[in-house]
T-cell receptor
Framework: KQEVTQIPAALSVPEGENLVLNCSFT??????LQWFRQDPGKGLTSLLL?????REQTSGRLNASLDKSSGRSTLYIAASQPGDSATYLC?????????????FGAGTQVVVTP | DAGITQSPRHKVTETGTPVTLRCHQT?????MYWYRQDPGHGLRLIHY???????DKGEVSDGYSVSRSKTEDFLLTLESATSSQTSVYFC????????????FGPGTRLTVL
């Protein structure tokens, strides 16, 4: 059974510092991995989707890397801002799954202090 | 933002009553999902749909049923609500392929007293 883990559960950084968020998974037979952001009381917003054949994906200040063999993905957020404060979740889709059933980590709660 | 709405946004009900939550999309996406989010458990899949009248169970389907009679609507029903079903419920959609990005609705906060 796939286990998706995000450590740490919470993180606080001063504004301007780079954020590094980790996601690990136990079964490397993944189809893709997605990173989401969730603001308090809101739904999830998709940030990046990285296919299993890719090593990284970039969007603006966000960069996600994927090392399938070691079961890890890292989300980098450059030059953090208070507006980046949110919970960040990763989710994997298995190659054996035909219907898009994502398996989520518990998330990392990020606070960026001014 | 993807066109997904959920109704109601908040609901308080009593144990034993039936409850139906609605997810409506305007994107004409094939795949729709219902998740619940609970502290300590994260997001867990309840049911999903891969087309009109095509649905299947997810990880935590006991006590829930779904229906999809139109592409745009996916209903989640709690036949007889229990306190353990107090949660935040999210609907999600994805496009032509099941591996596409999933887009989430704003959520429904359900409290069962």
């Amino acid at each position: 059974k796939q286990e998706v883990t995000q450590i740490p559960a919470a993180l606080s950084v001063p504004e301007g510092e780079n954020l590094v968020l980790n996601c690990s998974f136990t079964d490397s037979a993944i189809y893709n991995l997605q990173w989401f952001r969730q603001d308090p009381g809101k739904g999830l917003t998709s940030l990046l989707l990285i296919q299993s054949s890719q090593r990284e994906q970039t969007s603006g200040r966000l960069n996600a890397s994927l090392d399938k063999s070691s079961g890890r993905s890292t989300l980098y957020i450059a030059a953090s801002q208070p507006g980046d404060s949110a919970t960040y979740l990763c989710a994997v889709l298995m190659t054996t799954d035909s219907w898009g059933k994502l398996q989520f980590g518990a998330g990392t709660q990020v606070v960026v202090t001014p | 933002d993807a066109g997904i709405t959920q109704s109601p946004r908040h609901k308080v009900t009593e144990t034993g009553t039936p409850v139906t939550l609605r997810c409506h999309q305007t994107e004409n996406h094939r795949y729709m999902y219902w998740y619940r989010q609970d502290p300590g458990h994260g997001l867990r899949l309840i049911h999903y749909s891969y087309g009109v009248k095509d649905t299947d169970k997810g990880e935590v389907s006991d006590g829930y049923s779904v229906s999809r009679s139109k592409t745009e609507d996916f209903l989640l029903t709690l036949e007889s609500a229990t306190s353990s079903q107090t949660s935040v419920y999210f609907c999600a959609i994805s496009g032509r392929q099941s591996g596409d990005t999933q887009y989430f609705g704003p959520g429904t906060r359900l409290t069962v007293l």
